[in-house]
């Protein structure tokens, strides 16, 4: 199994890194995972945490300056993160994302995100106005979204690995598993009527190992609030900004309200044809969670990693009220909880 053998701080965010197989290369402070009694992920920041840091007690995730492959260790990462303490050789190669998920490409740019109304009910957590540019990633200049993952896509990440070989060292002095032991993630149901459901019961880290799964990212919260905006400052994330009868949200009514999820690209699609922004699971995104009680001018591809130990997710779900379907609404909880409404969208 690969590990790290040496480290030396080298300034800045950059640290020499050697492995056991005599490669090395620079890292970065900001790409180093703690693996703690629970699985999570928080950046070292400067050269007082690097200088108390035990090597058996981090991995390396991603660095383009290594000269190595890095996509074993994005497979020994999604390990740690699911409790496995084991993998192969034979599981190196990143697995390509499966020819069902449908990637639209949105064209970069500069948008108001946040919302000034007095009127908002989720004023005391919804950014002030202020303007932000959304860059691209790739070429072409587009940002890829992706609908929300149903349960088919997710299981064919917990379906990857052979759980039943894995010991099973849990943490049971605070479960935060679906599943009482790793054996019972084997042979996932992929029916049509489940896996055309969008994927629940998510924590953030677990929507964070299936990108590292597959080498791609969770939004931010400025490319998650662009893509809903459809390029026409919608005020809530449905296909035309208005009508909220299209979304799968917790009202009075007994239609649209399913009372539970509803099957991903039911509905129409935003501009930019993007299904179920709003309603039906909430989105997991990058961000740590931060009150915004300043204005922002002039923001470029803003992520915020520092502020609380809460992970913003975005559009409310099928049991949420009407102003959770608003583009400039947010919401936040801890990044170990999950349940029958929280999902996740994905971008590269």
Not at 271 to 292: Q, R
Request: glycine share 6%.
């Amino acid at each position: 199994m690969l590990s790290i053998t040496n480290a030396k701080y080298v300034g800045g965010h950059k640290i020499q890194v050697s492995f056991n197989n005599g490669k090395s290369g620079i890292a970065d402070l900001r790409d180093i995972v703690f693996n703690d009694k629970r699985p999570i992920f928080r950046p070292l920041r400067n050269e007082n945490e690097f200088k108390n840091f035990q090597l058996d007690d981090y991995t390396i995730v991603w660095s383009n300056e290594l000269d190595f492959a890095p996509e074993f260790l994005f497979f020994v990462v999604f390990m740690l993160i699911v409790g496995c303490q084991e993998t192969t050789e034979n599981d190196s190669i990143t697995p390509s994302l499966p020819s069902s998920i449908e990637m639209k490409s949105i064209p970069g740019g500069t948008f108001i995100m946040g919302d000034n109304s007095i009127y908002s009910p989720r004023k005391n957590i919804t950014a002030s106005e202020h303007e932000v540019t959304v860059s691209s990633f790739t070429e072409p200049q587009r940002l890829y979204v992706k609908d929300p993952h149903t349960d088919f896509d997710w299981n064919a990440v917990c379906n990857y690995y052979d759980y039943t070989l894995t010991p099973k060292e849990l943490d049971t002095s605070e479960l935060k598993n679906d599943y009482s032991n790793w054996s019972e993630l084997q042979n996932l149901p992929t029916l049509e009527e489940v896996s055309n459901y969008p994927v629940a019961y998510i924590r953030w880290w677990g929507a964070k190992a299936f990108t590292l799964y597959y080498d791609i990212k969770l939004l931010t919260e400025a490319q998650w609030e662009y893509a809903a905006r459809g390029g026409q400052d919608f005020f809530y994330a449905v296909h035309n900004g208005v009508d909220v009868s299209d979304a799968n949200w917790n009202q009075t009514q007994e239609a649209p309200a399913k009372h539970h999820r509803h099957y991903v690209k039911e509905g129409n699609p935003n501009p930019y044809g993007l299904y179920n922004l709003a309603g039906n699971v909430w989105e997991w995104v990058e961000d740590n969670y931060e009150h915004y009680d300043t204005t922002f001018v002039n923001v470029v591809d803003p992520l915020i990693l520092d502020g609380s130990d809460e992970r913003c997710k975005r559009g409310g779900s099928w049991n949420y009220h009407q102003s959770t379907l608003e583009t400039a609404g947010r919401d936040y909880t801890f990044d170990y909880r999950g349940n029958d409404h929280h999902g996740f969208r994905i971008a590269r």
